[in-house]
């Protein structure tokens, strides 16, 4: 184990020399902007380099190309979601879109907001995309574009609606009851937290297999090199993350009658949209 760990880890400090070799005359801010980066899919070596970086640096470099790569959440996902979120919820004034990302998920609650839109992430590049795409939709609803750790929010009581796509492999185990008390303490009394996540996936499903196959990586790569990249796939499951949920003062309900159907049976090669499940979760206390 010892030489498999040190060979890997060669070969890792190999790969980083190659493409830093690779863009030695850029700047990585400038090379993100340029217009080959935000046309384009993200490269090998583009995505290597990233993943070679915490979760803020990390993004912060994947960011102007992120909406080409496989991991944007897929509209077959968010139209569905949104649908169902304003038959649930009817009007509301305020809400925010944690860990926004490149605001996929920001362009349709934004619409749903009456007065106030908030969109919160770690990646200032992230958040700075999100800011671009949200404006280009012309709406008077007041703005506000928040670069802050989701484990620590800046906000108490002040949201109707939160939702959250994408971002609860990036929060440990250890830190997800932190992370609802943080969801517990922005939203007003009465307010929601609508999000999707799955159940425990049967031994032969294929996603199963494929997500702990990425989470091994993940972990040997963490063990040999710094800093780490927290992002872990088979986390915030039902029912575990329903009892921590109502542990902190929510009323938990799983949208049974939802399915997400889609003449596509995936939104990535690792994740089935049969297995997902929309979650409400209201303040209560």
């Not at 484990?151 to 109707?160: A, G, K, R």
């Not at 329903?242 to 949208?255: A, Q, R, T, Y």
Request: proline content about 3%; overall charge positive.
């Amino acid at each position: 184990m010892v030489k498999i760990a040190v060979l890997l880890y060669g070969y890792i400090a190999d790969c980083q020399r190659l493409v830093r070799k690779q863009y030695s005359n850029f700047d990585h801010f400038s090379l993100l902007k340029s217009k080959i980066m935000i046309k384009t899919k993200p490269t090998f070596f583009e995505q290597f380099y990233q993943a070679l970086q915490d979760v803020e640096g990390g993004y912060d470099l994947l960011a102007p190309k992120f909406d080409q790569s496989r991991y944007i959440t897929p509209d077959e996902i968010l139209v569905p979601f949104f649908e169902k979120l304003a038959a649930e919820k009817g009007a509301f004034d305020n809400g925010i879109d944690i860990c926004c990302g490149s605001g996929a998920a920001s362009t349709y609650l934004i619409k749903r907001c009456r007065e106030e839109f908030t969109a919160l992430d770690l990646s200032q590049g992230m958040l700075d995309q999100c800011e671009k795409k949200v404006n280009a939709l012309n709406l008077a609803t007041q703005k506000f574009f928040v670069k802050s750790d989701a484990l620590d929010m800046p906000f108490e009581n002040q949201f109707d609606v939160a939702v959250s796509f994408g971002a609860f492999g990036h929060i440990l185990a250890k830190d997800e009851e932190q992370f609802i008390a943080q969801v517990h303490k922005i939203l007003k009394p009465g307010g929601h937290l609508f999000f999707i996540t799955t159940e425990q996936l049967p031994i032969w499903s294929i996603s199963l297999w494929r997500q702990r196959l990425f989470n091994a990586l993940i972990w040997v790569r963490n063990i040999i090199w710094r800093p780490k990249f927290i992002m872990y796939y088979l986390t915030f499951r039902l029912p575990k993350v329903k009892n921590k949920l109502e542990s902190h003062g929510f009323k938990v309900e799983v949208l049974e009658d939802f399915k997400f159907e889609s003449e596509k049976d995936k939104i990535s090669d690792l994740m089935h949209l049969k297995y997902f499940k929309m979650v409400k979760a209201e303040k209560i206390a």
